[in-house]
């Protein structure tokens, strides 16, 4: 409202309105709230689908890590019985096995054996006296055994594991610590099991011998039993 030179008060003119301008204007009015309301609904449809999301996935994730957690605990559950039914079933069959009393001293002659033995490509030759229970030794195993080994020529003893306070030897097979002939003899043994090496001298100690214990070119007789297979 503007005022007058003599100081009156003068009125603001009126806004003048056109046909169907207000009518329009309030239609534009409506199409604004409208669009307002439809980007806010959105934005909180928006809100609501990560928020579902994110619930979603950290209730996966811990239904995966409780299934998993319930694999484990299964499998270790079904492995420790397999274990315990194992030990119980070569305790089983080594109380059933032919028992002899335990040497002394290894024999001073080979013992007679019967059977016929397995010759292999390289002349290995074995007998399995007594088979024995569980699992069979490998390349790669770690092995225990006693042992006695005689000269096939003259059958006089050379070495046993009885004679020094049956101190069982310890070996990985396939590691080349001991002549080839056992190395490769003692594979497929079990627990429990005795069996009868003939080890030609290419197995053993050859041509050269070991002075002053093996002759060269020594065929050598060994019978073994497995302590242990780990």
Same mark, same amino acid.
């Given at each position: ?60 994730? &811990? ?5 998993? =957690?319930?694999? /484990? @605990?299964?499998?270790?559950? *079904?492995? $420790?019985?397999? +274990? &315990? ?5 070569? =305790?089983?069959? /080594? @109380?059933?096995?032919?028992? *002899?009393? $335990?040497?002394? +001293? ?125």
């Amino acid at each position: 409202m503007a005022q007058t030179a003599n100081g009156q008060k003068k009125e603001a003119p009126q806004k003048q309105y056109r046909p169907g301008q207000r009518q329009q204007e309030r239609l534009q009015r409506q199409v604004r709230r409208r669009r307002r309301q439809r980007l806010w609904g959105a934005s909180m449809a928006a809100v609501v689908l990560i928020v579902v999301s994110v619930a979603g996935y950290i209730e996966y994730q &811990r239904y995966t890590s409780d299934r998993a =957690a319930a694999q /484990l @605990a299964s499998a270790n559950a *079904t492995a $420790t019985r397999v +274990a &315990r039914n194992q030990a119980t079933a070569i =305790a089983q069959c /080594l @109380a059933g096995l032919h028992s *002899t009393p $335990t040497p002394t +001293a290894g024999p001073a002659k080979p013992p007679a054996v019967t059977g016929n033995p397995v010759s292999l490509s390289d002349g290995l030759q074995y007998i399995d006296v007594q088979v024995g229970c569980g699992p069979a030794a490998k390349t790669g195993s770690n092995v225990s055994v006693q042992y006695t080994g005689w000269f096939q020529k003259t059958g006089k003893k050379f070495g046993s594991s009885w004679d020094s306070s049956a101190q069982a030897i310890t070996v990985v097979l396939g590691q080349g610590q001991v002549i080839k002939g056992l190395d490769e003899g003692l594979v497929g043994m079990k627990q429990g099991g005795t069996r009868r090496l003939i080890i030609p001298a290419a197995l053993a100690y050859g041509a050269a011998g070991r002075p002053p214990t093996i002759p060269p070119d020594s065929v050598l007789i060994f019978d073994v039993t497995m302590v242990s297979i780990g």
